[in-house]
């Protein structure tokens, strides 16, 4: 079921990596530690894992989404019958579980993410954090490891 992704073209290669490194330099910015009631109660998958705890955040880090502003975008070039994904972009409709509705986006999976959560299960015990809700990460998460055995 899994199908051949392309490569992402040297452009947006450039501008995700670009992202990345502004990101990690504003981390690096941040001298305070959150508020103990902030943490985050995490369950290791094995009760007796001896691994330690990696956390990746799926935003980011690992995939890239196109923000709401191109939403309109991606409604115009639907109606016009023109492929809605840029290239290297996949499709996803995320519906609300609460009222129904449906909200078309598309994503791209970072250059190596895959292999980096490969590589990172066999020392670690992997842990994916998203501020986007459940219904939006489920679909990506199944795509990013469609056999659970990564993540």
Same mark, same amino acid.
């Given at each position: 079921?899994?199908?051949? +992704?392309?490569?992402? !073209?040297?452009?947006?290669?450039?501008?995700?990596?670009?992202?990345? $490194?502004?990101?990690?330099?504003?981390? @690096? @910015?941040?001298?305070? /530690?959150?508020?103990?009631? !902030?943490?985050?109660?995490?369950?290791? @998958? @094995?009760?007796?894992?001896?691994?330690?705890?990696?956390?990746?955040?799926?935003?980011?880090? /690992?995939?890239?989404?196109?923000?709401? *502003? *191109?939403?309109?975008?991606? &409604?115009? *070039?639907?109606?016009?019958? +023109?492929?809605?994904?840029?290239?290297?972009?996949?499709? +996803?409709?995320?519906?609300?579980?609460?009222?129904?509705?449906?909200? !078309?986006?598309?994503?791209?999976?970072?250059? $190596?993410?895959? *292999?980096? &959560?490969?590589?990172?299960?066999?020392?670690?015990?992997?842990?994916?954090?998203?501020?986007?809700? !459940?219904?939006?990460?489920?679909?990506?998460?199944?795509?990013?490891?469609?056999?659970?055995? +990564?993540?």
């Amino acid at each position: 079921m899994s199908k051949e +992704l392309e490569p992402m !073209k040297p452009d947006i290669y450039k501008r995700m990596m670009l992202h990345i $490194y502004h990101s990690i330099v504003l981390i @690096k @910015k941040i001298k305070t /530690l959150p508020e103990p009631n !902030k943490y985050v109660n995490f369950r290791f @998958k @094995k009760k007796a894992s001896s691994k330690k705890l990696i956390v990746f955040d799926l935003d980011h880090t /690992l995939i890239h989404c196109d923000s709401e *502003e *191109e939403d309109i975008e991606l &409604l115009v *070039e639907e109606e016009l019958g +023109l492929d809605i994904c840029k290239e290297g972009y996949q499709p +996803l409709i995320i519906t609300d579980p609460e009222d129904g509705s449906s909200q !078309k986006i598309r994503f791209a999976i970072r250059p $190596y993410a895959v *292999e980096l &959560l490969q590589l990172a299960s066999l020392f670690y015990e992997v842990a994916i954090f998203t501020a986007g809700a !459940k219904n939006y990460a489920d679909p990506i998460l199944d795509i990013l490891d469609p056999e659970g055995t +990564l993540i």
